[in-house]
């Protein structure tokens, strides 16, 4: 499974672009559970458009995203699209395939 969102439209300080990687709204009784579990999905993928206006993806395994600082076991809401991002999406999506069970 993958997991699409859009880009902000505002940067980090030094021009990497961010991702807002969260659920619009979490359950009364698990604030955490606004935040993705790796597990739910095995491909993160990120649109430029905001930022490049052009249909461009970049695509990560979501074991290699950040752990949220406050809730263990869940991907952070502050992505950063750095080098663990890719345009590829076949190899990302291969290399899930090869970790899967």
């Known amino acids: 499974l993958i ?4 880009i ?3 940067a980090y300080a030094d021009g990497t672009y961010k991702l807002d990687f969260q659920r619009t709204r979490a359950s009364k009784e698990d604030p955490c559970s606004r935040y993705y579990r790796p597990s739910e999905f095995q491909v993160a993928a990120a649109c430029l458009h905001p930022r490049t206006e052009a249909w461009e993806f970049r695509y990560s395994l979501t074991a290699c995203l950040d ?3 406050k809730c263990p076991g869940r991907i952070s ?3 950063r699209i750095d080098e663990r991002w890719i345009d590829d999406p076949i190899a990302v999506i291969g290399e899930a395939a090869r970790r899967a069970p």
Not at 3 to 6: F, G, S, V
């Open 77 to 79: 809401n502050r992505v």
């Open 3 to 6: 997991e699409c969102k859009n």
């Open 8 to 10: 902000l439209r505002d």
């Open 67 to 69: 752990e949220h600082d």
